[in-house]
């Protein structure tokens, strides 16, 4: 029996990622950038055992169904086979995320996982090479490795592709995201669905990929300058140009919700009044707003006359991932 459990936190990309060239492998069309954030995060409990005949998962104390566990199984058989391992894996998993709505769980999922492996495994894997492991199981997962900003890298193939975390000198600890829920379902087209959907079909797809290494280096610099407004403004436009792929899909569609627009209207009113904030969305129609920390309060003070207090959240940077004590998942016979 070997045994592993580990933290990941949830990633919120600043430039987004958007579009696979590998399907398999996930390597992604673009390079990103992303946030590592406190508010949302994943514990993962992994156990390696000779007594199971499959893989077994559970989230948040409910054992899913052998459909609802496929990816998990698939991520699992791809480790015993990279290591050639020969057992079955039992996964508890707790999100505090809000699952699949638009909040980055698969992210913090996947990094969780890949580091519970780890430690279960003693595979005593490098952070780059736990970043690629994550990737193979959801793409944004590479950037939860790390706290603070991470870039990760599109690659050419398995080896290369992985994030790497961003020298800010700690300028993210005065930043803040606000977020504001105004859906916590689950989605209608999934992240994965969305990708595909647009990649294949979106005229406007072609322009985003022209555009997304100029907002990355864009992005990169102001972190360096420690630039909150440039660094805003580029995210603000890059998430936009990111959903207007979709726009442009056979057939079309979008992750805004009526609510999502209202918040966009909010930041753009409260921005011209002189409280720089800017906005971005990922698939999902739930909206974060990046603030400096100084004016997180007045922000979400002015953002309490048209939203109430518990669709506002406040998360700060996050740290990367972290290795638990483990606890017994199951007996021995």
Not at 86 to 110: H, I, Q, R, W, Y
């Amino acid at each position: 029996m070997f045994l592993g459990k580990a933290r990941a936190y949830t990633n919120i990309a600043l430039i987004k990622y958007w579009g696979k060239k590998d399907e398999t492998c996930i390597l992604p069309m673009n390079s990103s950038l992303s946030l590592t954030l406190d508010a949302f995060y994943t514990e993962t409990s992994v156990c390696f055992d000779k007594n199971l005949t499959r893989d077994y998962f559970s989230l948040n104390g409910e054992e899913q169904s052998v459909q609802q566990t496929a990816k998990i199984a698939a991520f699992l058989t791809m480790i015993r086979q990279q290591y050639q391992l020969d057992l079955f894996a039992k996964v508890e998993s707790t999100n505090f995320v809000p699952t699949a709505a638009g909040l980055a769980s698969s992210a913090s999922g996947f990094a969780a996982l890949a580091g519970a492996c780890n430690q279960a495994l003693q595979l005593g894997l490098a952070d780059a090479d736990l970043s690629r492991l994550a990737r193979r199981g959801s793409g944004s997962a590479c950037r939860s490795i790390f706290g603070g900003f991470a870039e990760w890298e599109k690659g050419a193939d398995d080896a290369s592709s992985f994030a790497k975390k961003i020298p800010s000198d700690d300028w993210e600890n005065e930043l803040a995201m606000l977020f504001v829920l105004v859906d916590d379902r689950i989605k209608d087209v999934s992240s994965r669905d969305g990708m595909k959907r647009t990649v294949q079909t979106s005229s406007f797809y072609q322009g985003w990929l022209e555009t997304a290494p100029a907002d990355l280096q864009t992005a990169k610099a102001a972190i360096a300058a420690k630039d909150f407004k440039a660094l805003g403004e580029v995210t603000e436009a890059n998430g936009l140009r990111m959903h207007g792929t979709t726009l442009g899909a056979v057939p079309p569609f979008s992750y805004w919700s009526p609510e999502s627009l209202k918040v966009m209207t909010c930041v753009r009113q409260i921005r011209a009044q002189g409280l720089p904030c800017y906005f971005t969305m990922d698939a999902g129609p739930n909206v974060k707003i990046l603030v400096e920390k100084k004016n997180i309060s007045q922000l979400k003070a002015l953002l309490l006359n048209d939203f109430s207090e518990n669709q506002l959240i406040t998360a700060n940077a996050g740290p990367g991932l972290s290795t638990l004590p483990v606890e017994r998942l199951m007996s021995d016979d």
